[in-house]
């Protein structure tokens, strides 16, 4: 198997992305298991939040990311190192030199669910319901500005653009743009990802009981998973169950009893605790690129003057909040993305602050803000006040600390937290200053359009940043003819980011899966902060 030819230098930033099977992974890359797997057992795992379904088109939680990728498969899936793109239910594939035209020659022994063969017909309808406006789908920036999609075999698909798409390749890999099958989807019809679902991975849909249990069972036969796992399939474990726990205690207790076999969205404090159990052994994802930032509303009244939101950035101890809010588990933040992604601009670690309350002070008084009788700075009678929003179940110590680090500045910084499922509505509601949200990006230059783009005003472009330059720099970007053109582009918006003090980054996270040893083969795979990606290579230890 080996990759077809790329084509125009624009794309040639693939040959840093795309890197197929000539290349294509060594044995010691991948996680060791003791001893020959053995085939059976039911493997279970832990979980505090159910999604809202599993519907690839509608949903966009990591709790639903982590199931949708056992039940579908991408055209392209990912390498552990979230660079290298290999070969999925495509084959092959080529890009025209103007990047307008991508050609996928498909796998031609790959059946649904259903038993159904899989054609080049399923990729049409399934990108053709993820772009339908009544999908409502948050992916469809994904694939781009599709002018047709074009089946001329049964095992070959041409996407045609309207303009280039610079990461679409690896936008292909997410296990949202996984291939679905139509019949399941017009047999289940509103509820299908709750009702059922079809696809042709690893696993298939059993049943899902909200707030209680997802259940799959091995697709047996399964035989196109990735070429970077040893076992392409069948998987080795027959089920695999989601318990939703909401109850930390409860599910650190049955992690320590080997009713539940790993444990997903533990809180940092737990995991100091598990390490402590030796039938528990903490696995993590390396590389995983997933930022915990603080953003500003910046048509705000206290927020419009970029030095207010400078001081805000140089107030804050982000060493502090690593080590008292995550226990040390994450980095301190120095720009928007992990220095090792790809278009990385070093130049904004010299734009956002350091930890200086000096000069946090200083901003604050050249922007006219004077401290009154109570340490709070106020202005033409104003007090400078903000209002914190954020979640009660994960984000109070968070949320304390910032107040206390914005106080000793002379910043007042009210504090309302909601539950979970009440605060992304209330996002939506637009009541607030400043709120902190964790997201895991595949490149740079997603993060910058979803979030930075004024057609995304007012969500997720919640930070209301309306600016003709940064959106002529993200066609740029997205249109770039050449590596230079498009590393240029991104570097200028970081920059720009960085310049107007649009975020704070705080930490960039890491993912840790606190997992009983009698499981055997597993590496937590970071895309899309997923870790349960396909499961081929996991097996029980009979203990």
Do not use: C
Not at 201 to 215: A, I, K, Q, S, Y
Not at 242 to 263: D, K, M
Not at 268 to 282: C, E, K, M, S, T
Not at 458 to 484: C, I, K, Q, Y
């Amino acid at each position: 198997m080996r990759a077809s030819r790329v084509g125009h230098a624009r794309l040639s930033l693939l040959a840093v992305l795309v890197v197929v099977a000539a290349v294509m992974l060594s044995a010691p890359a991948l996680a060791p298991a003791l001893g020959a797997p053995v085939r059976g057992g039911r493997l279970v795992v832990g979980k505090p939040l159910d999604p809202d379904g599993y519907d690839p088109h509608r949903v966009t939680a990591i709790n639903a990311a982590y199931v949708i990728s056992l039940i579908y498969d991408t055209l392209l899936h990912l390498d552990y190192d979230l660079k290298t793109i290999t070969p999925g239910l495509a084959r092959s594939w080529d890009v025209s030199r103007d990047g307008l035209t991508y050609t996928f020659e498909l796998r031609n022994d790959v059946r649904f669910h259903s038993g159904r063969r899989f054609t080049s017909a399923d990729v049409k309808y399934t990108f053709e319901r993820l772009l339908e406006p009544r999908t409502a789908s948050p992916h469809r920036f994904r694939l781009g500005a599709v002018e047709r999609i074009e089946t001329p075999s049964e095992t070959t698909v041409v996407l045609r653009l309207r303009e280039p798409q610079t990461d679409l390749l690896l936008q292909l890999t997410i296990p949202f743009l996984g291939i679905i099958d139509r019949e399941a989807v017009e047999r289940f019809g509103d509820r299908y990802g709750s009702a059922g679902a079809g696809g042709t991975g690893p696993f298939v849909f059993v049943e899902w009981v909200p707030n209680d249990r997802t259940v799959l069972r091995r697709n047996d036969a399964y035989r196109w998973g990735p070429q970077y796992y040893r076992n392409r399939g069948p998987a080795h474990v027959d089920e695999v169950v989601y318990r939703t726990i909401p109850e930390t205690q409860t599910l650190i207790f049955e992690l320590e009893r080997g009713n539940v076999h790993s444990g997903f969205g533990v809180r940092p404090p737990d995991i100091d605790v598990l390490r402590r159990n030796r039938d528990v052994q903490i696995l993590e994802a390396k590389p995983y690129q997933h930022i915990q930032y603080l953003s500003f509303k910046i048509t705000r009244p206290n927020l419009g003057d970029v030095r207010v939101r400078k001081a805000i950035s140089a107030a804050i101890n982000k060493a502090e909040l690593v080590k008292d809010v995550q226990r040390g588990q994450g980095a301190v933040a120095h720009g928007i993305v992990q220095p090792s992604t790809l278009d990385y601009w070093a130049g904004q670690e010299q734009v956002f602050p350091r930890y200086d309350p000096g000069q946090a002070r200083a901003l604050l008084e050249e922007a006219g803000w004077r401290p009154g009788p109570d340490g709070i700075r106020t202005r033409d009678g104003q007090r400078l006040q903000l209002q914190f929003f954020g979640i009660s179940a994960s984000q109070e110590e968070l949320a304390t600390l910032l107040q206390a680090h914005l106080k000793a500045v002379g910043i007042d910084m009210q504090i309302r937290l909601v539950t979970l499922s009440a605060y992304f509505p209330g996002l939506r509601n637009q009541d607030y200053d400043v709120w902190s949200l964790d997201y895991p990006y595949a490149s740079i230059l997603e993060m910058l359009n979803l979030y930075f783009w004024s057609g995304n005003i007012p969500s997720p472009n919640r930070v209301m940043w309306d600016d003709r330059r940064t959106d002529g720099l993200l066609l740029v970007a997205r249109r770039a003819r050449t590596d230079e053109q498009r590393v240029r582009a991104v570097h200028d918006l970081q920059k720009v980011v960085a310049e107007n003090h649009l975020w704070v980054p705080l930490w960039h996270r890491v993912l840790l899966v606190p997992t009983r040893v009698e499981v055997r083969g597993f590496r937590p795979h970071g895309v899309y902060g997923q870790a349960y990606y396909k499961l081929l290579d996991v097996w029980l230890e009979r203990r």
